[in-house]
């Protein structure tokens, strides 16, 4: 068997479709498809993979292999999502308020994050993480100790920092030795509001 033919009869199966279903829907015989995957029909006809695609709900170019074979010059990329870049934060508003917006940047969709915000200030440089570089935020209301969150204090914009709690309150420690870590307890711990959790980032060569 070919991989079209493979392609065809695994997901003819996958979807519960008989021959017959399959043929009826495409208007050929019951033959044709079973010749179609023993592979004794080595090329079909356009008509007949795009009524195939459609039926079995995959791309023209995933039923007949192509997506796979690639030539070597050529690189495939990731689906892309859009996601928005938000700007200065103020206190009190919703992260993704309209006034926060202030563009829409593409991020490989395996990425799970839910705006992005640019990195100002080398506070974070021991992560990698640069002036200018975008980071891509998962929206989540608490983090786990020494992870990177994008973090509200009281009326100031968001901060990146690594996060951490004790019974008296939180720290926000940069990853910068130039820079002190900042601990925050009582009713200046109640000012510190997580935005989410820094899931990945990408670094500006200008």
């Not at 992005?116 to 929206?139: F, K, N, P, Q, W």
Request: net charge negative; proline share 5%; charged share 25%.
């Amino acid at each position: 068997m070919n991989d079209v033919s493979n392609i065809l009869a695994n997901r003819r199966k996958e979807m519960g479709l008989t021959l017959a279903q399959i043929a009826d829907a495409v208007g050929v015989t019951e033959a044709t498809v079973q010749r179609w995957e023993s592979g004794n029909i080595k090329q079909l006809r356009r008509k007949n993979i795009e009524k195939l695609a459609e039926l079995l709900r995959v791309s023209p170019a995933a039923l007949m292999g192509w997506a796979d074979k690639l030539p070597l010059n050529i690189v495939k990329m990731p689906r892309m999502q859009k996601i928005p870049h938000v700007g200065e934060i103020a206190c009190g508003t919703p992260i993704l308020a309209e006034q926060n917006i202030d563009d829409y940047v593409d991020l490989p969709e395996h990425i799970h994050a839910d705006y992005a915000l640019t990195c100002h200030g080398d506070s974070m440089v021991g992560a990698g993480i640069h002036e200018g570089d975008m980071v891509y935020i998962r929206a989540v209301a608490d983090v786990n100790d020494g992870e990177i969150a994008a973090v509200l204090i009281g009326d100031e914009e968001a901060t990146l920092k690594r996060v951490y709690h004790d019974a008296d309150g939180v720290t926000l420690v940069p990853d910068n030795p130039a820079y002190p870590p900042k601990h925050f307890s009582g009713q200046a711990a109640a000012e510190v509001k997580i935005l989410g959790r820094a899931v990945a980032y990408t670094h500006s060569l200008i």
